[in-house]
């Protein structure tokens, strides 16, 4: 009967296919990774809500919400979501200039654009995302968590002002942070039976508490109890005006945290090997921060270092998330005295090895043997991600990319001429046309001095836009207007339709290509531009 009633709580828990079946050992592995990540959480939730300006409960509150929601729903088992330094960064305006509340209505409207973007699969864009993009970012986010944790290394002076810790506190701030990062690397080689983060946290705290040794612990930050969330609609006016607020800051917090979501799926998905559901994992995302801010939560979205600590502690099914998000609950209702004596050295030890375990070392291994352009976006989305935004490196590092790449394609178009026996011109295009080739296509030509037959074949070209089709049109004019015959060779039907003027002049044949060209409604209506 135990059997039977593991084997159904695995299929439901596991991967989608089913396949993670549960064994006593998986479910103690997926237990601890949870309480390990739930440890960790704690101090994260808080600072950020410190960050944004509201009260710790409400980071925690909504990493309790999030992390359950998205781990029960999300596209990929494994991952950890909760209140993230992104968001609170853009909230911290908002809560500042027009309260609490409206950061709560701000969430939800988030949370349905998230489902929006779910719903309508927009999560498959991330797939444009180049590969040195991801790295720059993973890069840069293991710096932005380790400069992060350098704040525990300070001391608030009785005036206020916080300033570096000097002499004993840091020594021994070090020698704990130092201590739980040798346990963490020394535990695997010995046993894998409890996660090593867990046995680290565990015995700088034990050794803390025992000797009473005076250092920053979890309490410090702010205390952690309280109940449980209770239903609140956000107090704000239903009006115009409200939306005009809160409408500008759930677009960025929805795009940043999808943003974060999807780059944390695919980078679990190649530590687990095992593909994720993008649109899943937004509408997920969406149904966690719509209901996060009806219950006085403040959002949030994947965490990269918290996954990261499930990975490492063996966590790789929901269960490890659900648990993570119940242990967290438990902690605000029951445990709130204990864990607010653990040490924030061991938690910064834990982070410490996270951004070892983050950061991808290999990447300064191959900056030589790779383009100088994916190098320099590499390093330009790491710049960016420390120093900026975690989702605006993304978007530059990506529009970077793209811009190199049409500016390589736009130098690969050229044309060999030949003449026929019957004293006709060819121009074999070779390379693709669209819009950063169109000048260089033009200078191909010479309507005033080529003979009366022209022919241009586009066998080993290809039309690609809008700005190719003008191209292709204003040509046939000039060559029209010097009243000479240009013949167009090897279109593809989808440019037979396209093409109104030059239309006429195609020669159609057996081996025609067959591609579809990227243009807007106006276009497939005929208006090319230049009244034709």
């Given amino acids: 009967m135990i059997k039977a009633t593991l084997e159904v709580f695995a299929d439901n828990l596991g991967d989608s296919d089913g396949s993670a079946r549960f064994s006593p050992s998986r ?35 909504a990493a309790f919400m999030v992390g359950l929601i998205t781990t029960v729903f999300g596209g990929r088992p494994g991952m950890i979501s909760g209140a993230t330094g992104a968001l609170a960064v853009v909230m911290v305006a908002l809560v500042a200039q027009h309260g609490v509340e409206y950061l709560f209505a701000t969430v939800v409207l988030m949370g349905i654009i998230q489902i929006l973007a779910g719903i309508f699969h927009l999560g498959k864009f991330i797939r444009l995302v180049p590969h040195p993009v991801m790295l720059g970012f993973v890069n840069g986010l293991a710096i932005v968590i380790f400069i992060a944790q350098l704040t525990q290394f300070q001391y608030e002076a009785p005036d206020g002002v916080r300033d570096w810790m000097t002499g004993v506190p840091l020594y021994t701030m070090i020698a704990l942070v130092a201590l739980t990062m040798a346990i963490i690397w020394i535990m695997p080689k010995i046993t894998n039976v409890v996660p090593a983060p867990l046995v680290g946290i565990a015995v700088v705290a034990g050794i803390v508490i025992a000797f009473g040794i005076d250092v920053p612990r979890v309490g410090d930050l702010a205390s952690i109890e309280g109940g449980l969330p209770d239903f609140h609609i956000p107090m704000v006016p239903l009006t115009l005006e409200t939306l005009r607020i809160i409408l500008p800051y759930a677009l960025i917090l929805a795009a940043i945290g999808l943003i974060e979501s999807l780059l944390t799926l695919n980078l679990v998905s190649e530590i687990t090997h095992e593909t994720g559901g993008a649109s899943k994992e937004c509408i997920a995302q969406g149904a966690s921060n ?18 990261m600590i499930n990975m ?20 605000i209702l029951f445990a709130s005295s204990l864990i607010e004596q653990i040490p924030l050295a061991a938690l910064v030890g834990v982070m410490f090895m996270v951004v070892i375990g983050t950061f991808a070392w290999r990447s300064l291994t191959i900056l030589r043997r790779i383009p100088l352009m994916d190098t320099l976006v590499m390093i330009l989305v790491t710049i960016v991600t420390v120093w900026h935004d975690l989702a605006i490196d993304v978007i530059v590092g990506v529009i970077v990319s793209a811009l190199a790449y049409a500016w390589s394609n736009a130098t690969r178009i050229h044309a060999r001429t030949e003449t026929t026996e019957d004293g006709a011109k060819v121009y074999q295009i070779e390379g693709p046309l669209f819009f950063g080739s169109t000048n260089g296509f033009t200078t191909f030509f010479d309507p005033r001095n080529d003979p009366d037959t022209v022919i241009v074949d586009f066998m080993e070209s290809r039309v690609v836009d809008q700005s190719a089709l003008q191209a292709i049109e204003a040509l046939a004019s000039k060559y029209e207007a010097e009243g000479k015959n240009l013949q167009l060779r090897h279109l593809s039907p989808d440019c037979h339709k396209l093409l109104k003027r030059a239309g ?19 276009v497939k209506t005929g208006i090319l531009g230049g009244g034709h």
Wanted: with cysteine.
């Fill in 290 to 307: 719509l209901v996060t801010g009806f219950f006085g939560g403040m959002g949030g979205c994947a965490m990269i270092g918290q996954s």
């Fill in 504 to 522: 006429q002049l195609m020669v159609d044949s057996d081996d025609d290509p067959h591609y579809g060209v990227a243009v807007d409604y106006e």
């Fill in 312 to 331: 490492k502690s063996g966590g790789r099914t929901r269960l490890s998330g659900i648990s993570a998000a119940l242990f967290l609950l438990a902690f």
């Fill in 27 to 61: 479910i103690k592995t997926e237990l601890l990774s949870g309480l390990t990540v739930a440890l960790a959480l704690v101090p994260e939730a808080v600072a950020f809500a410190l960050v944004a300006g509201v009260h710790p409960l409400v980071g925690l509150y």
